[in-house]
Each structure stands twice: as C-alpha cells, then as structure tokens.
C-alpha cells in the first residue's frame, strides 16, 4: 500500500478499516464519498453522511452507520482534523 493508505488505517474491535479514497462534497461540508476496505476486502465508494451518521451505497440505499464500524471512523477521524 501507500504510504497514504497506511496512515488511514485503523484497527477496531478486531477489524482492520481502512480509508482507501476519500473526498469531502463541497456543497454539504458533513457528507463524505469514500472507498474503504474490512479486513482487506474492499467495499465499493459510498457516501457517509456525518449528520444524520447514515450511509448511501451504490444502488441508493440508506442504512444506519454499524457500531464502531467504517462510518464512525471516517466521521470521528475527520471532525477532529
């Protein structure tokens, strides 16, 4: 991996997440479209929504950000930066 790739990686109730591609929307500062990867099984680019702490996959469903999972990560790692 990049060195990039290494520093966005952490390790959370036995599962490696990873942040492979992320980039904050414009328009709604709280939204983020991210790629990231469990364990090193990549997941496709969805958009993980800070506010409401939903996610919006690729076929436009909405689900709830799953505890300690990839959604809280980004969005706790972020606010913080």
């Given at each position: 991996?990049?060195?990039a790739q290494?520093?966005?990686?952490?390790?959370?109730?036995?599962n490696r997440i990873c942040i492979l591609s992320?980039?904050?929307?414009?328009k709604y500062h709280w939204e983020y479209r991210a790629s990231v990867s469990i364990n090193g099984k990549q997941k496709p680019m969805e958009i993980y929504n800070?506010?409401?702490?939903?996610?919006?996959?690729?076929?436009?469903?909405?689900?709830?950000?799953?505890k300690n999972g990839a959604g809280?990560?980004?969005?706790?790692?972020?606010?913080?930066?």
């Amino acid at each position: 991996p990049q060195p990039a790739q290494a520093s966005m990686c952490r390790t959370v109730n036995e599962n490696r997440i990873c942040i492979l591609s992320i980039k904050r929307s414009a328009k709604y500062h709280w939204e983020y479209r991210a790629s990231v990867s469990i364990n090193g099984k990549q997941k496709p680019m969805e958009i993980y929504n800070c506010r409401r702490q939903t996610k919006i996959d690729a076929e436009g469903k909405t689900k709830r950000f799953e505890k300690n999972g990839a959604g809280e990560l980004i969005c706790c790692w972020l606010e913080k930066s």
